[in-house]
């Protein structure tokens, strides 16, 4: 069984040197299918934010804050839930669209935590972007390009417009998207071979009796 987790971060930027995350959220993928969830605002000691990231994630800080818990408190909560869920694995392999943004904040959170990130998490990880892009150069695809947007649009997958980039629901369209790329790119069957009718087996032993009496009569042709 294959079992990954997918994970999708709302941040202050685009820096994980230098802006706050301000969500996580996860999705277990169980060989193909979603399951357990987790989901936690972050609220950092002194927040450094973009205009430009506020305006895509559209955050109210003010209601934020009061639900947030501090990088401690958060990853102590993400720990529990990764135990429960990833008991007796070694180390835990993620997933996420372009998913090296989300690992540098998930890396951001763990050095705010003092935790281990390597210690915790698999060095391997896929990125459904990546496969996007695969999948176009095998012709297996037409997207134009990765965008998540354009992803979930040409593969149906349905999004809470009013969740759409909160942290959860694009882990959850993430883990949907990763399971119709995988289904993609299995072979297709090659098609069962048809059942002969009795008229078929009945032409085809006529034209085995009608090949046998040639040959009898031209054996005898021949030796007169």
Known sequence: MTRMLVLDTETGGIDPMANSILSLGAVVWDDGVPGAEFEVKIKEPTLSLTIEAMAINKIDLVEHAKTALPPVEAMKKFRTFLRKHFKGEPKIPLVGHNVAFDIGFLKRLCRLSDENYDAIFSHRSTDTAGILRFMALAGRSNLSGAG??????HFNVAVNGGLRHTALEDARATAVLLTK????????????PKARTKRTKRAVKANGAGATHKRNGSTRTHTT
């Not at 998540?148 to 649009?153: I, P, Q, T, W």
């Not at 790329?181 to 069962?192: D, G």
């Open 148 to 153: 998540l947007d354009e992803a979930l649009a």
């Open 181 to 192: 790329l995988v289904e993609l790119a299995k072979p297709t069957p090659a098609p069962a």
